[in-house]
C-alpha cells in the first residue's frame, strides 16, 4: 500500500485528536497502525495468535497506559489502555507510531568507544571496564566534586538510582532537564512550603485562563487534555487563550487574546489589581492564608493599574476589566501557565503572577482547581553509606543548573567537569544556542551517553551503553506532570525481547557501581535492575504488577495551604528576548506543535509525514508571518527569506499568517535534527540554534521564550 503525503494529510488535527483521546478501535487507528508498520525497515509479522499486553508510554510526561496487540508473540500495534487513569483508552500519534522507534535506523545496536572520530563496537564488559577505570582515576585524585550528570527526568527508580550514584561517588552535580513542572514547583515550593507541587484539575475547572498553555499542542498530559478539551466544550465550560499567535488551542478556544509576548506576567498581575480592588476575591481563604498580602497589594497599585497594563500588553483596557471579571466571578476558575507544551522552565514571575490569581479565587486544594501535594515517595531506598572521599566531594557547592554549569565551561580553557554522564537527554540539541553547547561538550574530557538513538549528544559522546526502548525494559513512570491532577506511577514492561545488544539503564548504573567496587559498589546491593525495582517498590508491587498502576494520590494532600504573596512582592524579574532591537526589529518565537516531537528524541517518520506542508516542505521549513510585517520587508507567500538573530542565521520559506501578531515571526520547533535517519534529519532548522538563553535570576534555569530577529529576502 503506498501512502503519500496527501493521503496523511488528509487526516487532519481533529481526526488525529478524535483518535487520540477514543477508548475504541477505530477505523482511522487500525489504518494508522498499518501505516506504521508499512516502511521498509520495519519486519512484517506472520499470521498466528493475536494476545495483548499492557504497559506505559515513557514518549513523553503524560505516562498514558497503552496496551500492545501482539501477533504470534510480535507487537504490531499499540492502543490506549481502557482502564488507565491517566488517558481511559486514548493514545497520541507520537504512541500510536512507538513501535517504529524500535527499528528506528538511528538505534545503536551494541555499546560503542569512540576511536578518533569513528565509533567502534566493544563488549558491555569492556565498555564498563573503560568507565570504571576513568572514574577511579578521578575518584583517586579527590576530585568526585568533578563528574556531572544531565537526566532527562527527575523523578522514578531510574533516576533515582543515578542520583544514588553520584551522591556515594561523591559528586552533587546530578541536574535533570527544566520544563514548566520545574517552575511550578518552584512556585509551589515559594508560595506554599517546602517540597510541594500544583497541578490542576482541569476536567472539572468551571473556566479556564489559559496564558499560553497548549492544551491540544501537549500540554501536561497530552491526551488527558484532549479529553479534557472535547469534555469542557460539551459541558459548556469556557476557555479563554491569551497568547500572541493563533495556536490550535486558541482557534477552538471561546475566545482568544492576543497579547505582546513576554508581558503574560503583567497581565496577570493586572487581573490580580483589580480583583483586589474590588474586593472580589475569596476574602475568607485570603484573610486567613495569607503572608504579605499587602505589600503585594501595593505593589499592584504602583505598577499594575489597568491603564499601565493595557499600555505594555497591547490588551484594550475593556477587555482587562471584563477579563478579571469573568474570572473572578466563575465557579472553579483556574489559571495556567507554560507556553505550549510547556517545555521550557518559563517565567517565575509569569508563573506566580498567574498562580496568585488561583490563591485570590479561593479554588486551591478543591475539586476543578489547584492542587498543592506535598511529594509522595513510594520508592523505599536503604539509606546511602558515604566514605570520607564522597562526603567531602558531595559537600561541596554545585552550580545552579545545568545551564550555568555548560556556561561555565564555554568560558573556561579548561572544563571543572572531567566526566558527564547523559541520561534520557539531548542538550546538544535541545538546549537554547545549541552550537555553543556543542562546543561546551567537546571540552569535556569523558562523556557518557545512554542513549537508545544516535542522537546529537550521543555522536559527541567517548562510551555509549545504548538503552533498551520502552518497549522492552521494565521501569516505574510516575506521572510528574502538573497537567495531571491526580497522581500515579505505571508500570513499563517489556513486551517485546531486545532487538539489539542493548541493557536496561539502570542494569547499566548497577554495573558501573560494581565496577568501581569498595563503599560504591556496597550501596548498590541489587543483582539486577528487575530485582532492584521490586524491591524499592514492595509496598506497591503487588498492585503495581497486578494492575500495571497505582494512584498514589486522588485528592490533595491537606486542606489549605497558606499563600506567601511576598515571593512576588519581592520584586521578581520578567525575562525579556534578547537583541538590539535597532539591528532585529522583529521576535522570534517557537511553536510547538502535537505532530513534532519535543524533547531528546526525534519524531518518528509515520509524525513527520503527518505534519503540514505549511510547516515544512521537502526539506524546507517555513515560519509564520503577518502580512503586515511580510510587506514591510517586501515578502510574498512561498518566498525564500533568511532570519538573522545574535547567535545565528538560518533560510526558511515564509507562510503568511493573519493569526500572528505584527512584528512576530512563528518558527515550529523540533525540526532540524543532524542525526542519520533519512525520515528525519536535515528537514528544516532547529530554532535553538537561533535562540540565546535568558537566566532567570531566582532558578539560574534558562527561560528565554524568543529573541529578537530580523528578515530580510533571499
Partial sequence: MKVDRRSFLGLGLGAVAGAAVSPVAMKLTDDSSIWTQNWPWTPVPHDGEVTFENSVCSLCKGSCGISIRKVAGRAIKIEGQTDHPNNNGGICLHGIAGLQYLYD?????????????KFEEISWEDAISHIAEKLTSIRDEKKTENIACISGNETGSVAELYKRFFKVFGSNNFYSVPSMDTTWKTTASEMHGKNNSLSFDLENAGFILSFGAGLIEGWGSPVQCFKTNAARQKKGVKLFQIEPRLSNTAAGADKWIPIKPGTEADLALGLCHIIIKEEIYDISYISKYNYDFKAFSKMLDKDYTPEKVA????????LIKQLAHKFAWADNPVAIAGKGRGDIAGDAKEFAAVHALNCLAGNINKKGGVW??????????????????????????RYTSFQSLISQIGESSESPIQALFILNANPCYTMHDSDK????????PFKVSFSSFMDETAQLSDIILPSHTFLERYEDIPSDSAGIARKTVGLCKPVVNPVFNTKNQGDAILMIAKALKGKVADNFPWDNYEKCLKSLTKNIWSALSDKGYVVLTSKPSYSKPSAEFSYIANGLKSVEAQGDKKSFPLTLISIDNMRIAGGEISSSPFAIKTVSDKVIKGTDILVEINPETAKKARLAQGNKAKITTPVGS???????FEGIMPGLIGMAQGLGHTIDNKFVADKGVNINKLIAPVIEPSSGQDAAWGIAASISKV
Fill in 437 to 444: 553547547i556543542i562546543e561546551a561538550f567537546e571540552k569535556i
Fill in 105 to 117: 535506523p538511528t538505534r545503536i545496536k551494541s555499546p560503542l568507544k569512540k576511536n578518533g572520530k
Fill in 650 to 656: 538560518a533560510t526558511v520559506r515564509v507562510n503568511l
Fill in 372 to 397: 498543592v501535594n506535598r511529594k509522595k515517595n513510594y520508592l523505599k531506598f536503604p539509606l546511602e553509606n558515604l566514605d570520607n572521599t564522597a562526603r567531602k566531594g558531595f559537600a561541596k557547592p
Fill in 311 to 318: 499600555e505594555k500588553t497591547g490588551i484594550d483596557l475593556t
